[in-house]
């Protein structure tokens, strides 16, 4: 029996305009559709795996405002067991550290984690850092940025790949590891799975439910602040080369000059 | 209708089918459809996914939730450029005509396969001399001991070549009276003396349209679904979730056009401005929202009142549903095709083939006029003109 937190974010859609509001430089939640980040639909996927392979229980685990009930439900209705959501308008405006935090005493309302499972990176943030942070915090081995897992007995096996090339890991359960977008490819949920994830309990907590210091989350308490930020200047048109029979030439020219090639 | 917006769950399952159906794409299905194949990948995810199976009981594997369901998984996939034709008459008339009328045998038989979509079934109402008028069906069954033997002709049977067995719509002799009464019959494809050929037909789809002929079909005799006498409610059960079905298919696609021509009109600039910002594009395609979404909260009552056991009432939303679903789509294609100029009618954009797909509301399952004549006559009180 592998019990299993899946980690999972609301994110604004990556197809939609996403912008920081005018007054504090936080996440602009309205101007965006919300979705589970994807890399949370493979994070749930391989839990899923693990649980269906052998025996276990899928725990979702999601910090967010109100609305983040749709990414749980999500990941719920693909064939997660239950969710933790804390939600605390407290919570405006975390840093890395802060949410890490809550994260990690968020997990210890779990009764005997054996694996933790997140995404690398969430796609608004893109800070990469929380999965880390979190092993720290805990105390438990991390297997980051991996592409193929395999639980055996008490221990996991992983190949984690960076720019670097691929290594080889393992580690005592329990462990935290965190996926790429290349360990699987998720499940759409069934009808079955969308009807049943109503029915499934979520735990919804506030940060003075998990004993975490107020004083130390919240936009307030962030280690780092956005003095400044501006939108992304209009993309300028591309540059045009005639083909006069020497366009490949021209392409490949182009190419190494900006140090693709 | 005690509310205007869908469940939850209902959302939930949009959005799935959605995101599946635009995995594959319509690129996939323009590959299929001019290559003379059919969406058979995305049909069986889709089954196995029980997105086809929404409105089979629970009890037979289904997901025990109703035609609006049904209807609004069907509008997805036209919505994301992948319309099954299939789902109209297999999961909505067939399965929901065994799930109601279908003998205890037939329903074992029969419904697990619907909840899948392993199951396909065609169905067969239309014949070359009755057209319209199902009072002049000529497909006959006779009984021959416990057998029963079928001949007759049929015309426009949609995916036939796809189906496991075809629900054919036929007449028989009533014992008592010896007057012909329609009966409805599940004839296996493969059944001897069953033949069928397809129809060239000026469409470009991944789902093919057929006659049938039936000669001297020998059927066992459990293949007469449910009993004898059952066959009008049977067909007023089957009917009414095509025409929900069809408004639904044809929503879909106007959904799919509008998305491409406003996306079309935001991202065009030729003088200077993006091209939807002159009005004479604009607002034909705000007309097209309106009429679309008037469409679908029509469809979504008919389904509501045919999921809440009102057959009566349910076919007159059906009707009227049907009818607004086909006269959008038609609008919605000819727009977007207007916003695309030139390139509307090229392939790489993939509007120039709804052009004729979606003429296809506006005669099937039943014709603009025949509806007309059914407001007229029972909505409206006038006198019958035909």
Redesign the interface.
Known sequence: MTNIVVLVKQVPDTYSERKLSESDHTLDRESADAVIDEINERSVEEALKIKEAGEGEVTVLCVGPDRATDAIRKALSMGADKAIHVSDESLHGSDMLATAKVLAAAIGKVEGVDLVIAGNEASDGRGGAVPAMLAELLGLPQLTHVRQLTVEGGSVKADRETEEGITHLEANLPAIVSVTEKINEPRYPSFKGIMAAKKKPVETLTVADLGVDSGEVGLGNAWSTVLEASPKPPRTAGERVEDDGDGGTKVAEYLVAQKLI | MTSFTES??RL??RK?VG??ARGYGHEYYQEKARGGGHTTELWDEAG????L??AVPEEYGG?G?GIG?LAAVCEEFCAAGTPMLLMVVSPAICATVIARFGTDEQKRRWLPGFADGSVRMAFGITEPDAGSNSHRITTTAKRDGGDWILNGRKVFISGVDEADAVLIVGRTEDARTGRLKPALYIVPTDAPGFEYQRIPMDLVSADNQFSLFLDDVRLPGDALVGSEDAAIAQLFAGLNPERIMGASFSVGIARYALDKGVAYAKERSVFGAPIGSHQGLAHPLAQVKIELELAKLMTQKAASLYDGGDDFGAGEAANMAKYAGAEVAIRAVDQAVQVHGGNGLASEYGLGTLLGAVRVGRIAPVSREMVLNFVAQHSLGLPKSY
Request: hydrophobic share 45%.
């Open positions: 939850e769950e939930a399952l799935a995101e599946l196995r996914l029980g997105y199976g929404v997901g939730a369901d």
